[in-house]
């Protein structure tokens, strides 16, 4: 972006943000929000305790387990509702109940169903970010040139063929796209399975430093977690770039 | 079938070539549109045979029924003997928009048949070398669809057909969504591919020149009732040299014969 003249590098608005949050903390308007200099001496005061490290562990694990099930099951899911028509008119009322779907109210019904574990957590990961990967793999498949499909039944392809060498990479800007916005809402499905189900990792984090008013702490983890959620979203938009060139021309 | 013959120019074989593949009573409805009704086509073994008519009359259709692509309504289509089920390997689909995986480089594009029809990576990437060399395309293998010239693409999706060495080449307008100057390049190199290679070719096209110019024999399609109204056989135009063949005075006389008979449906 350039303003008056001036060329400002990618993330300046962060930069205008972090300065206004910088002058609110220093007026001392709030206890809420601590200014931002001290939220980060935190940050690097937090980063090495053990506490912190183990809440990340947990965390990570719960939301890359919860991540890899919505892929492995949402991408198959999602291109054979694109492929067959009957599987669709079946499917698709529920997925798009789900994609709107309270689901944080679901979780205690889980918890009934499966526990308060890990499990749970990771299923209701799963439930945040399945459904708009099943819907955009779909509409992926759904969007793919016909005579690529007869051009592989004419070449004798079976349907596992189709489905792995034709569909797949045919929907594969979609299936991206769809998992960029699965894993967000993964990041928001594992903290609010750890705030609600068992008190483990950041959420147990998020929960001990509001209860205690420790305002800089909270911070420091949002930030940590904004960080790693922006970096994993921002590599998946780096892939989906990589495979625009032939969105154009399917 | 009828074969009306209306001028001297158009020689009928004396002999008659060995059948690769036949079309019997084929009628084919979408619906409530009839695009084909009790049509019989027969296409010698080794020659060109072109599919002419006005744009909807079926052309496309008949095609795919013989590559096996579509189901006909009724009767039933018939290649070296066999009746057809389904695609085969013995029919090959070169198609109008190309039909290239756009995520894949130009030679695992042309490997592609031979990828799903099981041949081993490395002997079925030394075949298609092969034929990347024949279409013109060496030194292209690494490159995507997207960095190629439509006529390149097209060169593309004849090698892959060419490479699973199919009895039948199924062609449709494979040539209409190229240029001009790289259209008369093609139609030699047909010429040239119909003489060399021992295969039975099917042709669509809309232009009555380029059916005259590339067939052994061009069957005319009319719309309602769908099926072939006449069939014409330049034979004599084949033992004449290609460079002066476009100003041959009897090319000239079968392309007027064509539009003649065109014409009324056009209007
Ligand atoms: N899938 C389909 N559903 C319904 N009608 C169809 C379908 N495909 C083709 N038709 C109809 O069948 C008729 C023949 O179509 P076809 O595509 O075979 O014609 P064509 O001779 O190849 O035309 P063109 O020269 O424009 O390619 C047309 O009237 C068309 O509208
Ligand atoms: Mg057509």
Redesign the interface.
């Known amino acids: 972006m350039v303003v008056f003249g001036f060329r400002l590098p990618m993330m300046a608005s962060l930069l205008v943000w972090a300065l206004l949050w910088e002058i609110i903390g220093q007026l001392g308007l709030t206890f809420f929000v601590p200014p931002l200099s001290e939220v980060i001496v935190t940050l690097f005061g937090v980063l090495p305790t053990r506490a912190f490290q183990t809440a990340l562990y947990d965390t990570a694990y719960a939301f890359l387990a919860g991540v890899f099930f919505a892929v492995v099951i949402g991408i198959p899911v999602g291109i054979l509702m694109g492929k067959s028509r009957l599987l669709d008119e079946l499917l698709l009322p529920w997925v798009n109940i789900f994609l709107s779907a309270p689901l944080t109210a679901l979780v205690p019904v889980l918890m009934v169903l499966f526990g308060f574990g890990t499990k749970t957590i990771i299923i209701t990961t799963t439930l945040f970010a399945i459904w708009i990967i099943i819907l955009n793999s779909r509409a992926g498949v759904m969007q793919i ?1 016909r ?2 499909i ?8 079976s349907q596992m ?1 189709a489905l792995v ?2 569909y797949f ?1 045919a929907a ?1 800007p979609e299936i991206l796209g769809g998992v960029r916005i699965g894993v967000i809402r993964a990041v928001k499905g594992v903290i609010i399975g750890q705030l609600l189900i068992s008190i483990v990792g950041f959420g147990a984090l998020f929960e001990l430093y509001s209860a205690n008013f420790m305002m800089s702490h909270f911070w420091a983890v949002l930030i940590v977690l904004f960080a790693l959620a922006f970096s994993i979203s921002e590599f998946l938009a780096y892939l989906e770039r990589r ?1 625009d ?2 969105a154009a ?2 | 079938m009828v074969m009306p013959q209306t001028d001297a120019a158009f020689r009928t074989d004396a002999v008659p070539a060995e059948v690769a593949v036949s079309a019997r009573n084929i009628s084919k409805t979408y619906g409530e549109v009839e695009a084909l009704k009790n049509l019989s086509l027969e296409f010698p073994r080794g020659q060109l045979t072109s599919l002419l008519g006005p744009s909807g009359c079926g052309k496309t259709t008949l095609l ?1 029924i013989i ?3 579509l189901e006909p309504t009724s009767g039933e289509i018939v290649v070296n003997g066999k009746p057809v089920k389904g ?3 013995d ?3 070169v ?3 190309f ?1 290239l ?3 894949a480089n130009v030679l695992r594009n042309v490997a ?2 031979l ?3 099981g041949v081993a990576k490395s002997e079925r990437e030394d075949i298609a070398e092969k034929y990347i060399k024949e279409v013109g395309l060496a030194g292209f293998e690494k490159s ?3 960095e190629l010239s439509g006529g390149m693409r097209q060169r593309v999706g004849l090698a892959r057909a060419l490479s ?1 060495d199919a009895d039948v080449l199924l062609m449709d307008e494979p040539f209409s969504a190229v240029d001009e100057q790289t259209r008369r390049k093609f139609q030699e190199d047909l010429l040239n591919l119909v003489k060399h290679e021992n295969k039975t070719f099917i042709f669509v096209t809309h232009s009555i020149e380029e059916a005259v110019y590339v067939s052994d024999q061009i069957a005319i399609l009319l719309p309602r009732p769908s099926r072939v109204s006449e069939i014409i056989r330049p034979t004599g135009l084949r033992d004449k040299d290609v460079d002066m063949l476009r100003r041959d005075p009897e090319y000239l006389d079968i392309v007027d014969q064509i539009w003649a008979s065109l014409r009324s449906y056009v209007e």
């Open positions: 040139n005579s690529l007869e051009m592989s039944r004419s070449f004798g392809a063929d060498k034709i990479w594969l495979v060139y032939y021309s399917r | 795919k590559a096996g692509l695609p085969g390997p029919r090959a689909f198609f109008q928009d039909a995986l756009p995520w592609f048949g990828e799903l029809r995507f669809p997207h699973v």
